[in-house]
């Protein structure tokens, strides 16, 4: 099987998605921002606060190339999709799957995360124009999912009624 890649922006459901997809196919899933802490030693927040976003987006393409391309689920971080490197990687590799979710119903689900660089819950307005910069690399996807104020088991059921299983 070619790799699932599931891209989307924060608090969309990729994690949580990518695990209760891989438990339903017996699949091994792979989340990028953990493999990447654990490669680094270093949290994502520490990352960004001390070498910036631009040091982490390469650690992030890397940790992306290095991957395997054959029966597994991954679960990207939600800037992976900016360079276009990335999304060609992952068009060319397997099969990409944007989680699309309202993000006014994001802002609630991330209001006590504090793990999470680049959301402020003092700055909304900042988040959600972050959000629309990032729609079209999202969209740029082999398909999508609107996961907004649904369950876990309703999306992969879609899911799999897009892979016809």
């Known amino acids: 099987m070619q790799p699932i890649y599931i891209t989307g922006f924060m608090g969309a459901g990729k994690t949580t998605v990518g695990k209760a997809l891989s438990a339903q196919w017996q699949v091994p899933v792979i989340d990028t921002d953990k493999y990447l802490e654990q490669k680094l030693q270093k949290k994502i927040v520490d990352i960004f606060q001390e070498e910036g976003e631009e040091q982490f987006r390469l650690y992030e393409s890397t940790i992306l190339h290095s991957l395997p391309t054959q029966d ?67 969209e740029d996807a082999h398909f999508s999912i609107d996961t907004t104020n649904k369950q876990p088991a309703e999306v992969i059921d879609e899911i799999e009624k897009k892979f016809k299983i």
Not at 85 to 96: P, S
Not at 103 to 112: D, G, S, W
Not at 121 to 135: E, W
Request: aromatic fraction near 12%; charged fraction near 25%; include cysteine.
């Open 72 to 138: 597994v689920i991954i679960t990207t971080g939600g800037g992976t999709v900016i360079k276009e490197e990335n999304r060609k990687w992952m068009k060319e590799h397997g099969i990409v799957i944007y989680l699309y979710c309202d993000p006014a119903v994001i802002t609630k689900r991330l209001q006590h995360d504090n793990t999470r660089p680049l959301f402020n819950q003092d700055d909304i307005d900042s988040f959600i124009t972050l959000f629309h910069t990032r729609q079209s690399f999202y």
